[in-house]
């Protein structure tokens, strides 16, 4: 399995707070994920990083932002939290772009009340 | 824009049954092509993908697709379904040029009836 870690695993928070989520590789990949999975909608992008520093944005990006001043860290953060942003938070990574395979970590379960 | 279309949402199938999920896709360039898998609780895993030349493309856990550019298909197959093969599943397409995002189905839910 590839080593990705995601924490926390689970977390619960109200509404109106910031909310930080880190994706941790130790497969040196240059590209990193983060996905968003509710039911009926698959997993839809929310920003992913093509090297240190280097971020753009998903299909869902609107009140997220991304950090990556390492390559093996990726950090997410809702800088106020909605209940709309209640969801699994998925990381991947991959050595390639889009024609790569991807390789996911076990997800993030966030509760907004 | 590129698009994936899962049609069926849940299956059900018989242990021993075959298995035939289907994924459509829109993309204007030539396709990358993946399905996925995801069991309850867990991360999605790779079965099987697909670039170019042979249209029928073997997996892990005895799974199978074929591409058909004429229908921008990409169907997952499974001539004998087990019932540790009951998950979700998910088709996605990737692309080269540039283009640095893979857009998934929605996902068809698989349950296995003993």
């Known amino acids: 399995d590839a080593g990705i870690t995601q924490s926390p695993r689970h977390k619960v928070t109200e509404t109106g707070t910031p909310v930080t989520l880190r994706c941790h590789q130790t497969e040196n990949h240059r590209y990193m994920y983060w996905y968003r999975q509710d039911p009926g909608h698959g997993l839809r992008l929310i920003h992913y990083?093509?090297?240190?520093?280097?971020?753009d944005k998903g299909e869902v990006s609107d009140g997220y932002s991304v950090s990556r001043s390492k390559t093996e860290d990726f950090l997410l953060t809702l800088e106020s939290a909605t209940s709309s942003q209640t969801s699994v938070y998925f990381c991947a990574i991959s050595e390639s772009d889009s024609t790569d395979t991807q390789y996911f970590g076990p997800g993030t379960r966030l509760t907004v009340l | 824009a590129q698009s994936v279309t899962q049609p069926d949402i849940h299956i059900t199938v018989s242990e021993g049954a075959s298995l035939e999920l289907r994924c459509n896709y829109s993309y204007g360039a030539t396709p990358y092509l993946f399905w996925y898998v995801q069991s309850p609780g867990q991360g999605l895993q790779l079965l099987l993908k697909y670039f170019s030349g042979d249209t029928l493309v073997q997996g892990i856990k005895g799974f199978e697709a074929e591409f058909k550019r004429s229908q921008s298909s990409f169907n997952l197959r499974k001539p004998s379904v087990h019932w540790s093969d009951a998950a979700e599943y998910f088709c996605a397409v990737g692309g080269a040029g540039g283009y640095n995002k893979l857009i998934f189905g929605a996902g068809t839910r698989l349950a296995v009836h003993p």
């Open positions: 990083s093509y090297g240190v520093k280097d971020t």
